[in-house]
C-alpha cells in the first residue's frame, strides 16, 4: 500500500517545509516532536522522482550528525531514518564500507560526523540534512565547511533539525535572513510517544529552563557577561527544599495595573540560619509573579504566597508607589508584616552582591522557575538585555537582600514582628 508513504498525508505542519524563497529550512523542536522524520521525509522528497527510476531535484546529498554512528543509527537506519521512511521500490541500499546510500536512480546520500570538518572540504552537493546542529562538536567550522560544499544544481538547499541550545552556530543560522523556521514541543508529536514517557518527563522537567529547552524547544540565551548562567542555574536545582528557619516573600509592584503594565514580580525565598551567618544558604521556592494585574490583584497574590509558605514577612518595593503600595496590601490583610524596602542604587549594583551569592554555591532553587530564571540570565553588567522590566530579578532580589545580605552586613531585624 502507497499510503504510510505518502508523509504530506500524515504530517504535522511543523514537519512540513515552509514554502516561498530559502536556503535553510531549520525542524526547531523538543525531544520526540518528530524532527528526524521530518529529516529524512524532506531528503526523500529531494532524491525521488515522480516514478522509482526517475531523477529527482536532488543527486548529491550531506547527512551530516554529531558523530558517524549518530549519523548512521539515526539519520539512516534509525526507526525514523531514511530507510524506514522509504517504500520498498525507492528504498536506498546502505553501502556500509562506503558510509553512503544510494537510490534506485542513482541518487547518492554521503555520510559525515561533525567532528570531523575537514573532510567536508572537496566533496560538492546540491542538499543537506544536518542533524541535531546545536550538538555539534565543532559546530561552527563543520558547518562553514557544509555551506562551502553546498554548490551544485540551480537551489541546494538544506534541512536542519535539532533541539536548540545556546550556541553560536544555531544563533548565526536562526538569525538569516534565507533561513525558515517551524518549531514544535514534545506534546506535538504525542500520538508516537509513550504516555508514561511524556507523563515523567514533564513531572520532573516541566517549569525548568531543561524542560524549556529539551521538551518545549525554545533557544534559551545567554546575555553576554550575563550574572546568572543557564549552565550554573542547571546545577542549582533542587526537588525538595530542606528544613528552612525563615521565609519571605518579596514583591516588585508595577508603576502601574493596566493591560500593558510589567508583571509584579513577586518571589518567595526561605533561609537555614544556622550557625555563622557565613555559613547560612537560601533556597528560593516559588515564582508567583502575576502579569499586568491590578493593584488588588497582585496585593492577593502575595498574601496568598505568604500564606502557602507560613512566610514570616513580606518585602515590598515602594519606589513605585511609596505608602500606596502598603496602603493596598493593607487592604487585603490588615496585619501582614510588611518591610518596605527603597531602592537607592541601580538594579545591577543591588543584583551583583545576589548573584555572588550564588557563585558561592549557597542559593538553590526547587524546580519551576524558569521564567524567572529566564530573566535572570538576561541580567548583566550593564543592565537587563530583555524588553520590559526585570520584575521577577528585582524580587529575587529583594527577598535574598533579606535573608543572606543584610544579615551577613550587620542588620539585625526587629525582635517582634512589623504591623
Not at 499586568?292 to 519606589?319: D, F
Request: hydrophobic share 45%.
Amino acid at each position: 500500500m502507497a499510503l504510510p508513504y505518502l508523509f504530506e498525508f500524515w504530517a504535522m505542519d511543523h514537519q512540513l517545509p515552509p514554502g516561498g524563497d530559502w536556503r535553510a529550512w531549520v525542524v526547531l523542536g523538543g525531544r520526540g516532536a518528530g524532527k528526524t522524520r521530518a529529516g529524512a521525509e524532506w531528503v526523500r522528497a529531494q532524491v525521488e522522482g515522480p516514478r522509482p527510476l526517475d531523477e529527482g531535484r536532488a543527486r548529491r546529498v550531506a547527512l551530516v550528525g554529531e558523530t558517524y554512528d549518530q549519523a548512521r543509527d539515526v539519520m539512516v537506519l534509525g526507526e525514523s531514518g531514511i530507510v524506514a521512511c522509504s517504500p520498498p521500490d525507492r528504498r536506498p541500499e546502505w553501502q556500509v564500507s562506503k558510509r553512503r546510500l544510494v537510490w534506485p536512480n542513482g541518487a547518492a546520500a554521503q555520510l559525515y560526523s561533525a567532528s570531523d570538518p575537514e573532510a567536508l572540504r572537496g566533496p560538492q552537493f546540491d542538499a543537506a540534512w544536518a542533524d541535531e546542529l546545536a550538538k555539534w562538536p565543532r559546530g561552527e567550522a563543520a558547518w562553514d565547511m557544509l555551506q562551502f560544499a553546498l554548490r551544485l544544481g540551480d537551489d541546494p538547499r538544506l534541512c536542519v533539525t535539532t533541539t536548540p541550545r545556546n550556541v553560536a552556530v544555531l544563533k548565526r543560522l536562526l538569525a538569516a535572513p534565507t533561513t525558515v523556521v517551524t518549531r514544535a514541543a514534545t506534546e506535538a508529536n504525542r500520538a508516537n510517544l509513550a504516555e508514561s514517557f511524556l507523563a515523567e518527563v514533564r513531572a520532573r522537567y516541566d517549569g525548568t529552563r531543561l524542560g524549556r529547552q529539551e521538551l518545549d524547544g525554545v533557544l534559551l540565551e545567554d546575555a553576554e557577561g550575563a550574572l546568572w548562567t543557564s549552565a550554573a542555574l542547571a546545577g542549582m536545582q533542587l526537588d525538595v527544599a530542606p528544613e528552612l528557619d525563615r521565609i519571605v516573600v518579596a514583591v516588585d509592584p508595577p508603576a502601574t495595573g493596566h493591560a500593558g503594565s510589567d508583571a509584579c514580580g513577586i518571589v518567595v525565598a526561605g533561609a537555614v540560619t544556622r550557625g555563622p551567618v557565613a555559613d547560612w544558604r537560601a533556597v528560593v521556592l516559588e515564582d508567583a509573579s502575576v502579569e499586568a494585574a491590578s493593584p488588588s490583584a497582585w496585593a492577593k497574590a502575595a498574601v496568598a504566597a505568604m500564606e502557602r509558605w507560613r512566610a514570616e514577612r513580606l518585602v515590598a518595593e515602594v519606589n513605585q508607589g511609596g505608602a500606596m503600595v502598603e496602603a493596598v496590601i493593607r487592604q487585603v490583610d490588615p496585619l501582614v508584616p510588611i518591610r518596605s524596602v527603597h531602592a537607592t542604587r541601580g538594579k545591577v549594583a543591588r543584583a551583583e552582591p545576589v548573584a555572588a551569592l550564588y557563585e558561592q554555591g549557597r542559593v538553590r532553587h526547587l524546580r519551576g522557575l524558569a521564567r524567572l530564571e529566564d530573566q535572570m540570565c538576561r541580567m548583566t553588567a550593564h543592565g537587563f538585555e530583555g524588553s520590559g522590566s526585570p520584575d521577577r530579578v528585582d524580587a529575587l532580589v529583594w527577598a535574598l537582600h533579606e535573608l543572606m545580605i543584610l544579615p551577613a552586613a550587620g542588620w539585625r531585624r526587629p525582635r517582634m514582628r512589623e504591623l
